[in-house]
Each structure stands twice: as C-alpha cells, then as structure tokens.
C-alpha cells in the first residue's frame, strides 16, 4: 500500500480511507453502507499510520457504520462524504453528469453532516471526529465543533476562494475572542451534552 511505503520518515500522520466515493458503477452498495463492508476495509487498510475513515451520510444509521469502522481500528470518523444526488439537462431530459449522478456537497449538506457528528458524538465519546461539509464560514465551522468535532475541513469553499480554510480559521477565532471561549472549550461542552439525543 502507498501510505505503508512511503510514511517512514514522510510528514504523512494519519491516512483518509474513502469507504463512501459516490461515483462508482453501484452507488447504492458503497462499502459505507455496509458495517461489514467497512470493517473490512478498514482491516484491510491497516499501514501503520492512524486511518481516518470517511463515512457516507446516505445511511438510516450512521453511528452503527461508525462502530463498525472504529472496531476494526479507525482512529477517526471523517464525517461526511457527499449526498446522492442527481441534477437533470431539461431540454435534454439527460443527467447533467456524465456519469449519471453524482455526490451533492456545500451548503445543502451542511445539516445533515452536523447531525452525523452529532449523533456519533452521542454514541462515541471518545473518538476523534472530523466535520466537513457546507464549511464555508466561521458559524458553520463552529456548529460542528459544538455539535461534537474535533476538527473540521473545507472543501467545495475552496473551489470558489482557495483562502476559504485561513478566513474560516480566522473568523471561528474571532468569534471565539468575542464570546470568551476557545475551541477547547467548545469541544468540551459538546462531549458534556453527549446524553442529548436528537429526536426522531
Ligand atoms: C468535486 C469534488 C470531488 C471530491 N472528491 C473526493 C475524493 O476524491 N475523496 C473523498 O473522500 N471525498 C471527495 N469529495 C467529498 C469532499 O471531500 C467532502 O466530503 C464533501 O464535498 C463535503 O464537504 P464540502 O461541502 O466542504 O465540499 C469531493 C467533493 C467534491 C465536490
């Protein structure tokens, strides 16, 4: 495996395994849809290096996905891949995509993914968790990290302004100084309120 090859001495630290790619032949049997699927590849992907597993937000039960990847090794839930989605050409009748669908990301993802962490927060206290999607600012950064993440990442932001990660940075830094908090500390009321659940 590349990572298990090229990490000795490399400022690689940790590995992203993808179980949840949204462009593949059959969307609907990704591995992430599958507990045992992704305990397998998590074991499977065993380099040495602490593998973040990146979960499919298109599940009824993201936290027992989540289990399943955390008991076969994954040091952290990266949460979450994209939405199924489908855009149509309406004066051809056609998917937009060339593939067919595809995987939705941003502002419209930005909910459901808080909700993943959310309730994997409730379910595992102590595991590392990434937040990403719809992070194009410093409130929807920080709704994560009181939802329960450890860290977050910026991706479809970047497309439109690659310095979309450095001003989220710096406006949840803003926003920490003005209400006399810190990311500590948001993080730590988040594990404090991991006995609410969300309703049905
Ligand atoms: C164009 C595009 C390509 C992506 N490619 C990958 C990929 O190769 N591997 C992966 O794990 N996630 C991939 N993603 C998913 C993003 O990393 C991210 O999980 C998702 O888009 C939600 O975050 P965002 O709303 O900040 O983009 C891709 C997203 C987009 C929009």
């Known amino acids: 495996m590349?990572?298990?090859?090229?990490?000795?001495?490399?400022?690689?630290?940790?590995?992203?395994?993808?179980?949840?790619?949204?462009?593949?032949?059959?969307r609907s049997r990704m591995f992430a849809h599958s507990e045992t699927a992704t305990a397998q590849v998590v074991a499977a992907t065993e380099c040495g290096l602490p593998r973040w597993v990146k979960l499919?937000?298109?599940?009824?039960?993201?936290?027992?996905?989540?289990?399943?990847?955390?008991?076969?090794?994954?040091?952290?839930?990266?949460?979450?891949?994209?939405?199924?989605?489908?855009?149509?050409?309406?004066?051809?009748?056609?998917?937009?995509?060339?593939?067919?669908?595809?995987?939705l990301s941003g502002e419209g993802l930005h909910p459901v993914a808080v909700r993943a962490v959310w309730e994997c927060r409730a379910a595992f206290p102590d595991a590392a968790i990434i937040g990403v999607g719809g992070v194009a600012s410093g409130p929807a950064a920080i709704e994560f990290l009181m939802a329960g993440a450890d860290a977050v990442q910026v991706g479809t932001a970047t497309f439109r302004d690659p310095r979309a990660p450095w001003?989220?940075?710096r406006d949840v830094t803003r926003w920490c100084r003005k209400n006399g908090t810190s990311v500590d500390a948001l993080r730590a009321g988040a594990c404090s309120r991991r006995a609410i659940t969300v309703p049905e």
């Open 56 to 103: 499919s937000p298109n599940v009824p039960d993201i936290a027992a996905i989540a289990g399943a990847a955390l008991g076969a090794g994954a040091e952290a839930l990266t949460l979450t891949n994209t939405l199924l989605g489908l855009a149509l050409d309406i004066d051809t009748g056609r998917p937009v995509l060339g593939a067919g669908g595809g995987g």
């Open 2 to 26: 590349l990572a298990r090859a090229t990490h000795g001495g490399s400022a690689i630290v940790a590995v992203e395994v993808n179980v949840s790619c949204p462009n593949v032949d059959d």
């Open 167 to 169: 001003k989220v940075l």
